[in-house]
Nanobody, 124 residues
């Protein structure tokens, strides 16, 4: 499974960006998908996760209500819409895939596959 993210960049405080993650796998609908981020000098942290058929989505408290996650199984895509961005959202953002999980998860060690991670920078 290969994951390729796109959509990162520089945005002003209060702005929006949408990250996309394309998965090169025939059975994309079998994977739980997650988004994580890592800021300079900090550990990787959970952003959100979506189950296989999008019946359930979990979010970190820091992004809840601002960063809706969606997926399109027909296109092998998962999206992270980032609204009301803040300077503290500055980080490298990673898309991840979990093949064996039961539901969405905040645990990075449950995801087997990872993308390279686009940089998102929010200027104040």
């Amino acid at each position: 499974v290969q994951l390729l993210e796109s959509g990162g960049g520089l945005v002003q405080d209060g702005g929006s960006l949408r990250l996309s993650c394309a998965a090169s796998v025939r059975t994309f609908s079998r994977y739980i998908m997650g988004w994580f981020r890592q800021a300079p000098g900090k550990e990787r942290e959970f952003v959100g996760s979506i189950t296989r058929c999008a019946s359930s989505i979990g979010y970190a408290d820091s992004v809840k209500g601002r960063f809706p996650i969606s997926r399109d199984n027909a296109k092998n895509m998962v999206y992270l819409q980032m609204n009301s961005l803040k300077p503290e959202d500055t980080a490298v953002y990673y898309c991840a895939a979990d093949r064996d999980g039961y539901s969405w998860s905040y645990r990075s060690d449950e995801y087997e596959y990872w993308g390279q991670g686009p940089q998102v920078t929010v200027s104040s």
